[in-house]
């Protein structure tokens, strides 16, 4: 079963950018769909972005259509997520998870993911 482990959050500026890396052991990531989900502070967790590690189709929140894209490094097993124009409200716990299901994928609906991540912090603050 594969792992999944994210990095990459800090501290930053609104409107700055940050790159969140989901590095996987265990198993190749060719074949699953890998989603990004965060969790704020008293808010419930939202599906992010997902892909498809085999043809790189790819799915958005519209809270982050335009600002974030998600993509895949099969050769280094590690899906990323590039956001750009930061915003306090994308303060939160970023996590990966995988999901063999193209449905949930472009639903971003997580309770069908499984392999979650530890999770890594973003805070986007002056």
């Known amino acids: 079963q594969v792992q999944l482990v994210e990095s990459g959050g800090e501290l930053v500026q609104p409107g700055g950018s940050l790159r969140l890396s989901c590095a996987a052991s265990?198993?190749?990531?060719?074949?699953?769909?890998i989603g990004w989900f965060r969790q704020a502070p008293g808010k419930e967790r939202e599906g992010v972005s997902c892909?498809?590690?085999?043809?790189?189709?790819?799915y958005y929140a519209d809270s982050v259509k335009g600002r974030f894209t998600i993509s895949r490094d099969n050769a280094k097993n590690t899906v990323y997520l590039q956001m750009n124009s930061l915003k306090p409200e994308d303060t939160a716990v970023y996590y990966c998870?995988?999901?063999?299901?193209?449905?949930?994928?472009?639903?971003?609906?997580?309770?069908?993911?499984?392999?979650w991540g530890q999770g890594t912090q973003v805070t986007v603050s002056s």
């Open positions: 265990g198993s190749t990531l060719d074949g699953y769909f």
């Open positions: 998870a995988a999901t063999g299901t193209p449905y949930y994928c472009r639903s971003i609906y997580g309770a069908n993911f499984g392999s």
């Open positions: 892909i498809s590690t085999s043809s790189g189709s790819s």
